[in-house]
């Protein structure tokens, strides 16, 4: 495992793309909308990022091909693990554990305090977060069209 600079990111393309498909086939309520921005969108705000030493990169290669990675952001007490993937061929194998550990870590030597991880609603990858003492915080709602306004009468507004 090692840490990526920002003029090797665009190595991490077919990462993020098995990562949309994978969310498309496993996502409760949005499976078919991802990505949500284009891939070289991405990339550009990891390497981005990168430059800005806002976040750092680590790396799983097995015979110089990408099989994984992690992306933190760090900004003082506050962290986010960002993206994690293992591609499909390789997962069970422990390098999810490896990556979780190098970020524990990097989080731990800056003295975070605070660690935000979000998960796709329906991605079994939760019970690798909780693990590691991961808790859920909250629910957030999203819609990704707008559909036809409801008519107020039908509405019970007082069960929210």
């Known amino acids: 495992m090692r840490e990526i600079t920002a003029e090797e990111v665009s190595k991490l393309y077919d990462c993020i ?44 290669e097995i015979e110089n091909r990408i099989i994984g990675f992690c992306k933190v952001d760090i900004n003082g007490e506050n962290g986010k693990l960002d993206y994690l993937l293992v591609k499909e061929e390789f997962r069970g194998k422990g390098f999810g554990k490896e990556l979780m550990d190098w970020a524990m870590l990097l989080f731990d030597q800056n003295n975070v305090q605070h660690i935000e991880v979000k998960v796709v609603d329906g991605n079994p990858t939760i019970h690798l977060y909780e693990k590691y003492g991961f808790k859920m915080k909250s629910h957030i709602l999203g819609i990704e069209s707008f559909p036809s306004p409801v008519d107020s009468e039908d509405q019970d507004y007082d069960n929210t």
């Open 17 to 60: 793309r098995e990562l949309s498909e994978y969310h498309n086939k496993t996502s409760l309520n949005f499976g078919g909308y991802y990505p949500l921005n284009p891939f070289e969108k991405t990339l550009e705000s990891f390497e981005a990022a990168l430059r800005k030493k806002e976040s750092c990169i680590a790396v799983i």
